[in-house]
């Protein structure tokens, strides 16, 4: 790549959006302002709506029939006593208020209380009703003290309009007012009654908050702040990113530029180097933006907060944010390639906003931790570790494999926009290609990777939400009904020809033997993965308690070898050493399709710790299906597999050894290669460029 | 002595269309440029003329066949193709926004001109093509004269010996049109091998040394205009057109 031709384009690219005045105004001077504004002018008018609230003179009345009910004169001190201090606790919080009092009149009672509050004569009627007989107060009881241990005062009722202010707020004010001096008279009451202590004395509850201000700062700040910065790098990359591919196209600069020695690598380099320059620019205008305003006291931070990120943490942020940025300007940049217009390219971007927001929105939620399968997915990943760095929780594994799968997502999405750059669409009015107009099983090569995304992004949602709550037996039934369907749907769309596309055929004599000595070979392998792993990643004994639940604990043998193993070992089998084996075949080297189709394999596991085993073991079944060129063989593979495992947790007989020695898993690996070398045809060349 | 700049050879490329199916836009098609020589393309619209042109810039990839500039390979080695390789057409616009000192300096570096000789080789073409009073002007104040004056300007800003025109006189007056054939020559003059691609006979017949007649994708006759005239007996290229596309002999 040459560094002076990306110079020169990201220059270009920059001088151009210098140049263009309506994007420096709307784009960029517009937001500087206006969202300070916006944010001034909603902390002023709340202040002027609590001002009027409190300085206006809000009108009640009391039911007629009120003063007829037993207890009427309790009820009566009771108002009384709530009307004197109302207003003085203006706010929810209880702290006094500092503006003027609130005035409340008196009004007499209409006939239709309904009617008064609707036109606003009332804003709040006051009845009170018997509790019961034995609620009757003795009306000799002292006015002073209200007290008369056994007795009750009448419920007051409170009539008001909610959806009118001023008789919403007197109904707050009105309400607070009597719930606190019912706690008053309450406490006269139980010490007349000879209550020896104050009520609160009682059981007395104490609360000791551990965490400095900075880490409870850390957590507002940290769940906010994946979804803050998507948003700015989205609303500021999205500026280049309109006019970097499809604005080019509409203004026939991309040809001129596409006919240059720059290379494809080298323009889409510069396009997001240009896209992220002015997400950082906008993205960092923006902040110093709004600590100016609260240097100047035009708008207030939150009540609390500490905004504070140490030198550390922030330069580890920055790391961290870093695939994710690419990410983002890769998606723009794909979505302008796609584009055939600027206002297309506009349009398309709302429903990428929307998911990255959503995406960047999960740090919210309380209870999502890293290590969880949320570290599997993009940008969710770098905002929760982003939260738990924050709060001072430095979780280093899990933060290397979140940074990493984010910026895989962004390798990906970068060689997208890379592909999108040499497509002969962009410049030509055909819309297709051969394998487009051909269709069927010309066209699964290059559809197989979507299904399966969109199958692991619904496994994904339907796991972590739905999943864990219910039976074990009808979760597996549901995840396999998921892969047949799937399969049969890809066969079905695609006509792909079932004995093709799913290695339907007779597998040499060998395979057989391959199958006993590799899967007990191979489950102790995947062992050594998992204790491998668990160095990185400790596995919590939770974790291994609800596995060990999950796996059919109490249920009888035949049921756990039909869910766990034969179910599985069918379904799976079908779904990914079938058509997603056979859709990549001819796309990737036979070492490339082992390792993505294996890996693939692991990573619909979902579980984090799942993934390293599982993985293993669909690589060691991609092998087998190559070559002995039967899916049959890796069906009984992963059904002894499961099977072993299963027997491993739950019979001694065949328990795998607690600490296994080194040797064992040298035997294990001669073993599974022996077994794989078992699985090759006779008639079949050993080695070939291409998968399949 | 010319040599061979460009070289073609069965090259072919097919689009695919919802409605139209396969279509076949160029086949097997085989011609040579060479330095100091207006090599020109003439066919109708949807001949297969830009296609082509497309395949030899490396736009677009070729279905079958090779083509070859400076002997670099037009699939294998893209980047060197279009380093020695000038493309204009008339669908190739510049950035409204950058001057035209700017589009040139630009245009030069992406093209991988040498560094330390970029600004003087901006200077020499601003003087060649008349842009001195207007240099610092961005381009989209300038009138249409001067934006296809300062187009051909940054195709040729990197010195490359393979020129590629594409239709390039659509949508020009006439005396615009007559200044860029002018430039076209001179670029021949200065032992640029160009491709040159028109519908308009009277252009043809006044810049090419060779002209290849294009229809439905193939090439049904090339040579010079004197041997075209001898093959078909035909004294204007406008009945010699006819002659080969329609197979019709138009003369009385």
Redesign the interface.
């Known amino acids: 790549m040459n560094r002076r031709t990306v110079t020169a384009l990201v220059v270009n690219d920059l001088r151009q959006l210098a140049r263009n005045p309506r994007v420096l105004v709307f784009a960029v001077a517009l937001p500087l302002v206006l969202w300070p504004l916006m944010w001034f002018l909603t902390s002023l008018t709340t202040e002027r709506r609590q001002e009027r609230i409190e300085s206006r003179t809000y009108t009640y009345a009391v039911a007629d029939e009120a003063a007829s009910v037993a207890g009427a004169a309790d009820a009566r001190t009771w108002l009384e006593r709530a009307l004197a201090v109302v207003g003085d606790d203006g706010r929810a919080d209880g702290e006094p208020t500092e503006g003027p009092a609130v005035r409340f009149e008196r009004v007499e009672a209409p006939e239709d209380v309904a009617a008064a509050l609707d036109e606003e004569q009332l804003h709040v009627h006051v009845a009170w009703t018997e509790t019961g007989d034995e609620d009757a107060i003795d009306e000799d009881v002292d006015r002073e003290t209200v007290g008369n241990a056994g007795a009750a005062a009448p419920r007051i009722v409170l009539s008001y309009r909610a959806d009118l202010d001023a008789s919403d707020s007197a109904e707050g004010f009105l309400r607070r007012a009597l719930e606190r001096t019912r706690t008053e008279l309450r406490e006269r009451r139980l010490a007349a009654a000879g209550f020896a202590s104050a009520p609160d004395d009682l059981l007395p509850l104490e609360r000791i908050e551990t965490a400095s201000e900075e880490q409870t700062s850390g957590l507002f700040l940290g769940r906010l702040l994946t979804a803050i910065i998507v948003m700015m790098m989205l609303a500021g990359g999205s500026i280049v990113a309109t006019d970097a591919l499809a604005g080019e196209k509409e203004r026939g600069t991309l040809e001129t530029l596409l006919t240059t020695a720059a290379s494809r690598v080298e323009i889409v380099t510069a396009k997001n180097l240009s896209i992220l320059a002015v997400a950082f620019a906008t993205s960092v205008l923006n902040i110093v933006n709004i600590v100016v305003w609260m240097q100047l006291d035009l708008i207030a931070p939150p009540a609390g907060m500490k905004l504070v990120i140490p030198i550390g943490a922030g330069l580890l942020l920055l790391l961290l944010y870093a695939p994710a940025a690419v990410l983002l300007s890769s998606s723009l940049l794909l979505v302008s390639g796609r584009s055939k217009t600027y206002k297309e390219a506009q349009l398309l971007f709302a429903p990428v906003m929307l998911v990255a927001m959503a995406v960047a929105a999960i740090p919210v939620l309380p209870g999502v931790e890293l290590r969880s399968a949320i570290v599997l997915l993009p940008i969710a990943n770098l905002g929760v570790a982003a939260r738990e760095i924050l709060t001072g929780h430095y979780d280093w594994p899990l933060l290397a494999a979140a940074w990493a799968v984010t910026g895989g997502a962004a390798a990906l999405l970068a060689r997208a926009s890379l592909r999108t750059l040499s497509a002969e669409k962009l410049i030509t009015a055909s819309e297709l290609d051969a394998s487009d107009l051909a269709g069927g099983p010309a066209l699964f090569p290059r559809r197989v990777a979507r299904w399966f995304a969109a199958l692991w992004a619904l496994l994904l949602v339907w796991q972590l939400n739905i999943g864990g709550n219910i039976d074990s037996r009808l979760l597996i039934s549901i995840n396999m009904a998921i892969f047949g369907a799937a399969a049969w749907l890809m066969i079905a769309r695609y006509r792909l020809p079932p004995r093709e596309a799913l290695s339907l055929r007779a597998p040499p004599t060998g395979a057989w033997l391959g199958v006993l000595l590799g899967a007990p070979a191979g489950l102790l392998l995947a062992d050594g993965v998992v204790r491998l792993a668990s160095l990185a990643m400790p596995i919590p004994e939770a974790w291994i308690e609800a596995m060990a639940e999950n796996m059919g604990a109490g249920l009888p043998l035949w049921q756990m070898l039909i869910f766990f193993s034969l179910m599985p070992a069918l379904f799976e089998e079908v779904a990914f050493r079938g058509v997603l084996l056979h859709g990549l075949k001819h796309r990737l080297t036979t070492l490339q399709l082992v390792l993505v189709a294996g890996i693939a394999f692991g990573f619909f596991h979902v579980d984090l710790f799942r993934i390293p085993p599982t993985s293993l073991l669909g690589i060691f079944l991609v092998v087998t299906v190559i070559r002995s060129g039967s899916i049959y063989p890796a069906m009984a593979w992963h059904a002894l597999h499961n099977a072993l495992a299963l027997g491993s947790a739950r019979l001694e007989q065949i328990r795998l050894p607690e600490q296994p020695a080194w040797w064992h898993y040298v035997l294990a690996l001669a073993a599974t290669l022996l077994a794989l070398r078992l699985m090759s045809r006779v008639d079949q060349p050993g080695t070939r460029r291409r998968g399949g | 002595m010319s040599t061979v700049q460009v070289e073609v050879q069965d090259l072919s490329k097919?689009?695919?269309?919802?409605s139209r199916?396969?279509?076949r836009a160029v086949q097997e098609v085989n011609f040579e440029c060479r330095s100091s020589e207006i090599f020109g393309l003439l066919g109708a619209n949807g001949a297969g003329k830009t296609t082509t042109l497309?395949m030899i810039?490396?736009?677009?990839?070729p279905t079958a066949g090779t083509a070859r500039v400076l002997g670099h390979d037009v699939v294998s080695d893209?980047?060197?193709v279009?380093?020695n390789?000038g493309?204009y057409?008339a669908?190739?616009?510049?950035?409204?926004?950058?001057t035209a000192r700017?589009t040139l300096?630009?245009?030069a570096?992406?093209?991988?001109y040498p560094?330390e000789r970029t600004r003087s080789r901006v200077e020499e073409m601003i003087e060649r093509f008349g842009l001195g009073d207007y240099a610092g002007a961005?381009i989209e104040k300038l009138s249409s004269g001067m934006k296809q004056k300062v187009s051909i300007a940054?195709t040729v800003v990197?010195d490359p010996p393979v020129l590629i025109f594409d239709e390039p006189t659509v949508g020009l007056d006439v005396l615009n049109a007559l200044d860029l054939q002018k430039a076209i020559q001179e670029l021949r003059e200065d032992g640029k091998a160009i491709l040159f691609s028109t519908h308009i006979m009277s252009e043809a017949e006044r810049l090419c040394d060779r002209i290849a007649i294009i229809d439905k994708g193939r090439i049904r006759a090339c040579d010079d205009l004197e041997g075209l005239r001898a093959a078909t007996s035909q004294h204007y290229l406008e009945d010699i057109f006819v002659h080969y596309v329609t197979g019709n002999d138009t003369t009385g």
């Open positions: 097919n689009f695919f269309d919802q199916g396969e279509v497309r810039s490396t736009v677009l990839q893209p980047v060197e279009r380093r390789l493309f057409s669908s190739t616009a510049l950035y409204p926004r950058l700017e300096t630009l245009f570096r992406v093209n991988k560094a961005r940054r990197h």
